[in-house]
C-alpha cells in the first residue's frame, strides 16, 4: 500500500490505518469496485460469500468498521446484514457473508451497493 491508498488516524490502537471503498452488486460475480477500495480487491467467491484481499504491505491485523447498504430501490436491500470472518493474516484475506432480510445467504444485488471500512494494523507493536 503506498501512503495514497491509506490514511492513518488517532486511534487507541496505535499505527492503525483505514481502508474504504464502494462496491457495487453485480449479482453472481465479482462486485464492482467503484469508488476507492486502494489496498484491497474483492471477489465473488459463492452465493453470499465474498473474499477482501489485502494488497501492498501485508497487515498483520484487520478490524472491520460497520459496512453500510445503499440501493437504488432501497426496499431491494431493507434488512440486509453482513458478518466478517476472522482475518487471514497469512494469505491476507478476509471473508464477508452478506444476508437477506430472511436471512439467507444472498449476492449483493445489481443497483446496490455497499460501504465498506478497514481499520489496519501493519506492524505488530503493542499499544
Not at 477500495?37 to 465473488?44: E, I, L, P
Not at 426496499?75 to 471473508?95: K, L, P, R
Request: proline share 6%; aromatic share 12%; charged share 15%.
Amino acid at each position: 500500500m503506498s501512503s495514497s491508498d491509506r490514511y492513518p488516524y488517532r486511534a487507541g490502537e496505535p499505527e492503525l490505518y483505514r481502508l474504504v471503498g464502494l462496491i457495487t452488486g453485480t449479482g453472481a460475480a465479482s462486485p464492482t469496485v467503484s469508488e476507492g477500495c486502494n489496498g484491497f480487491t474483492v471477489a465473488w467467491v459463492s452465493t453470499g460469500l465474498y473474499t477482501f484481499t489485502f494488497t501492498g504491505s501485508n497487515p498483520v491485523m484487520v478490524f472491520t468498521d460497520d459496512p453500510s447498504f445503499g440501493a437504488t430501490t432501497a426496499t431491494d436491500i431493507d434488512g440486509w446484514s453482513v458478518v466478517f470472518h476472522a482475518y487471514n493474516a497469512t494469505a491476507h484475506t478476509i471473508q464477508m457473508r452478506v444476508y437477506s432480510e430472511t436471512p439467507t445467504l444472498s449476492d449483493l444485488p445489481v443497483a446496490t451497493w455497499l460501504n465498506v471500512k478497514f481499520d489496519v494494523k501493519l506492524t505488530a507493536t503493542d499499544g
